[in-house]
């Protein structure tokens, strides 16, 4: 027999749009010679739908499209992953339904809710208790839905009701090294019960989740014998033979840069193009941050949605300028170069007699920065555009932002990228094509906000930094056992200082795309007001 996997691209919330893709999918699979499709974890209303779940009328839309998907399926099985609400006891579950011939034949619930790191399924639905198993072609499908994977219990228990085969639904959101880690659970599930598997999974971009696709294939021995490519719709076929997959050719993994880069690709262009934005603006420095961020931007919607100004102020280096007008010009943007001198001298006009008899301090570069932002701000009203801001993970760390200035806009793409990795996300695209320019990238980062700045006056080298936010924020490692790596206590104390003491600003900041284990969004709520004091 033949089973289609089908990894594709849901929208939360809607329901219709989803309903018709899984369809189309049916019929082109149909048409392929498949017997069976396997669809995502939930990918009837996409993932996560978090309290679209609490509405009535949300959970009964998923319940007529999943009754038309059956009924307009060609002759084909179909695994659909929904939400099910129970009228009689008033339970929802995370479900996966085997429609066949107009009807749904088998329900599975699923019975590991994670409630952690992004997840918290538990806020939402009741754990299911119970194998689902269905026969086609004379196999018998045991059903899991994602994190049941994680467990023993669920593929036992599918085992001992006669299945054969495992097949997982997922919606599993991508970071880095995610894949290796879902091979090794995997595998262990499938060598525990000796039933080879199809983990199916979802693609695309949802606020800050991105979904890396990378469906795959285990036989019973725990060998890959199928990987779908990541971050791209697709439909693959698997042959199965004597109850076992026919392995084909593997294709090679994606280096940590590529993957890293094609998530944030992704994650940028769905939340542009679902959320309805026809452009996105951006203010190009001249500094690494932007550079990427334009690049990526590029990549992702194309030179001719993407609008950049540079807006220099007396302490702008004419090369930061230069450069920025070089790449603009590489990558075929529109740009405008706005000058903000004259408005930096006007608003410290006005302040004067407020600001009489105090020097110049970090209120004046702020005021830079937020004149920066404000422009922004007001082609993004003008013309519908979307401002993307430039800021990266380390940055946003330590505070090293101004609040309604630079953290001014909808979206913060590089918000969970360290800076180390900005520079190797840099050098990776430019192996692509040379569209960053060197001196951007060999030049010592500054904020140029004053005369002869840099961020390392007050700030350890990026290399330390990023290791001790690391230990700090993603490990949650004590400042004695960051010391214990080798640290100098003086720079684990003051950079785990200002991560604590800027969860205020962070509240306030646009999502970004997440790639690491723990970004500074859904997945890490720290306290404002907090009197604890560690170091």
Known sequence: MKIAIAQFNASVGDI????????????????????LMVTPELGLCGYPPEDLLFRHDFIVANQKALLRIAKSLPDLTVLVGHPDYHDQNKQLFN?????????????????????????????????????????????KFGVMICADGWEVSPAQQAKEAGAVFLLSL???????DKLETRYEVLSRRVKETGLPLIYTNLVGGQDELVFDGASFVLDSQGTVTH????????????EIANKQPVATPIIPALSIEAMVYNALKLGLADYVNKNGFPSVVLGL???????????????????????????SSQYTASMSVDDAIEMAQLVHVDYSLIPIKSLFE?????????????????????????????LLMALSNKFGSMVITTGNKSETAVGYSTLYGDMAGGFSLLKDVPKTLVYRLANYRNQISAIIPERIINRAPSAELRDDQTDQDSLPSYEILDAIVQAYVEDDLSLDAIIALG??????????????RNEYKRRQAPIGVRITQRGFGKDRRHPITCKLRLN
Do not use: C, W
């Not at 219709?16 to 017997?35: F, S, V």
């Not at 997922?170 to 880095?176: E, L």
């Open 95 to 139: 479900a996966a339904s085997v429609l066949q011939n107009g009807q749904i034949i088998a329900t599975y619930h699923k019975q590991v809710l994670p409630n952690y790191s992004v997840f918290d399924e538990a806020r939402y639905f009741e754990p299911g208790n119970q194998a689902a198993v269905f026969e086609l072609n004379g196999i």
């Open 285 to 311: 420095s001249g500094g690494i941050d932007s550079a990427l961020t334009l690049a990526i931007a590029v990549d992702a919607l194309g030179a001719e949605r993407v609008k950049v100004l540079m807006m």
């Open 227 to 238: 990987q779908l490519p990541s971050f791209v719709e697709s439909l693959a076929y698997v």
């Open 487 to 500: 640290y100098r206590e003086d720079d684990v104390k003051h950079v785990t200082k200002l991560i604590d």
């Open 346 to 374: 006007g608003f410290k006009n006005v302040l004067s007699e407020e600001f009489s008899a105090r020097a110049e301090d970090t209120t004046e570069e702020n005021l830079q920065a937020r004149i920066r932002g404000m």
């Open 16 to 35: 219709t749009g989803n309903a018709d893709a899984i369809i189309a999918l049916a019929k082109q699979a149909k048409a392929n010679g498949a017997d």
């Open 170 to 176: 997922n919606a599993s959101p991508y970071h880095m």
